[in-house]
C-alpha cells in the first residue's frame, strides 16, 4: 500500500500561520487579527481530523503547530497528540513541539510545565523570562537531549538575542 500524500491544504494553513510569527505585533487591533486568523486555522484544521484528511507524520506536525497557537487546553492537548503522533513517524521537529504542548496543556490546566518550554516576553524590560512554575524533578537526565529541548539558560539567551534586535 501507497504512503498517503500529505494534505496541501494543511501544508498551506501552516505556512500562513509561521508567516504571521515573523512581525512583530504591536498594538492590540494587531494582536486581535492574528487571533482571529488563528482561530480560522484552528477550526479548519480540526475540519480535517474529523474528516479523516491528517494522515501523515508531516500532518500530524503542521496540525500541531497550528493547535498549539490555540486558547483552550483542548487544543493543546490536542496539538500534544499530533505532535507525538508525528514523533513517532519519524518528523524530528516533532520532538520538541510534543515537549512544548505538553508543557503548554500542563500550564492551561493549572499544572507546572515540565520541560521548561514556555516563555513571556516582558516590554518593560525587553527580555523574556520562564513562566513559572516548573517542575522539571520528573525529566529523565537525557529526556530533553531525546527531545531536542534546550535547557532553560540556553533557550533564554537565544530569546534574549532576539528580543535584542528587535
Not at 494534505?7 to 494587531?30: F, I, M, T
Not at 482571529?36 to 484544521?45: C, I, M, N
Not at 503522533?85 to 512544548?100: K, V
Not at 490546566?109 to 518550554?117: L, P, R
Amino acid at each position: 500500500m501507497p504512503e498517503p500524500e500529505s494534505n496541501h491544504r494543511l501544508h498551506e494553513s501552516y505556512l500562513g500561520d509561521q508567516k504571521d510569527r515573523e512581525d512583530v505585533y504591536s498594538s492590540p487591533a494587531k494582536v486581535d487579527d492574528l487571533m482571529a486568523r488563528d482561530k480560522l486555522r484552528r477550526e479548519s484544521v480540526y475540519e480535517m481530523i474529523t474528516q479523516g484528511q491528517v494522515r501523515t507524520p508531516a500532518d500530524f506536525y503542521h496540525a500541531a503547530v497550528i493547535l498549539q497557537h490555540g486558547s483552550e487546553a483542548r487544543d493543546y492537548l490536542t496539538a500534544h497528540r499530533m505532535a507525538v503522533l508525528s514523533a513517532i513517524g519519524g518528523h524530528q521537529p516533532a520532538r520538541w513541539l510534543l515537549a512544548a504542548t505538553l508543557d503548554r496543556y500542563l500550564m492551561a490546566v493549572g499544572q507546572a510545565q515540565v520541560y521548561g518550554t514556555q516563555f513571556e516576553y516582558d516590554e518593560g524590560a525587553n527580555r523574556y523570562r520562564l513562566k513559572l512554575p516548573i517542575e522539571e524533578s520528573s525529566v529523565l537526565p537525557s529526556e530533553k537531549d531525546i527531545l531536542d529541548v534546550p535547557s532553560v539558560p540556553d533557550r533564554l539567551k537565544q530569546l534574549n538575542e532576539r528580543a535584542e534586535g528587535r
